[in-house]
């Protein structure tokens, strides 16, 4: 971080090459069209959310998260897949990388809403010990050097209130790598706190997803212009994405309604619907959700698998976890 803090004065001294807010507005301008059209996309997405229940929602919102983290986590070269983010979601045992693991859980619970981006030491789970101790995978400021990078960030950012929400995200990538406030092994923190950020512009999301199509623009570069256009053909594209996703999962409800139409009772619909509103649960969380015996779930999920229709996740005999099979 620069010794004089982080400021757009202090920015324009240090490197004049540096993009300002007037550069930002600008480009925000000449893309009018570009952001109509993300913003028209995530209207459509939040629009979808809207109509499942508070349960349903939130499941599905987890299921974002697990791609979006996926994603983020391949970007930065520490890999793991959803799957194995969902097992240790759920508490099940995953041999995987620790470091990576510890920023897929707090990028987790980020994603699905806790804690206050404008609250920086929170956000970033530094709450608990003023050096940042327990953040055992990233060394950065920290006690009053941290507070000074995150006052500064912060009040950068507010120079840019007159850019849409959708359009902040490239300043404050570019703004939070030139606070230090993450060292280059947890370049998961910035991503997650823009995509936070951005759900500004939605309140009926708790973060933008960008899916794949963020990797094109987590570590961008180039004139805010140019910037701007990738970011936003990201939001869009990202957008869309996720509304598929929920699509495939809608279809795939019907699709495995139609195939247990056979099956007597209601079970099967229990069941199906329990996995349709979570993407990841124990048989013991399905025999809650449906209200059926443990031997019941059982049997009907081996069925299922059987079927094609869902999936175990673990390769365990016992404490098994099922997916649907989108």
Known sequence: MRESG??????DEGDPALPRPGDWLAAQSALAVDLAHAALAVG??????ALMDDRTRAGATRRLALIEIEEMLRAQATPLSRD???LDAMAARAGTDLAAM???RWALRRLEGQSDPARLRDFLALHRNPDGEDATWSERPSGAAFDAAAAD???AMAALSGLHPLARAPAARMLWRLADLSPEAAAIEGAVWAARDMARAAPGLAFLPLGRHGRAVWA???PPERRLSRH?????QGAEDAARTLDRLSAWAQAAQDATAAIKGRNPARIIAALAAHPVLHTAGVEDLAGI?????ERLLSRMRTMGLVREITGARRFRLWAAKV
């Open 6 to 11: 982080l400021s757009w004065q202090g920015l």
């Open 44 to 49: 459509r997405l939040e629009a979808r959310l």
């Open 84 to 86: 194995e983010i969902g």
């Open 102 to 104: 510890a920023q897929a």
């Open 153 to 155: 960030f912060l009040a």
């Open 220 to 222: 961008d570069g180039g």
């Open 232 to 236: 936003l053909a990201a939001v869009a």
């Open 293 to 297: 015996s443990r031997d019941t779930a």
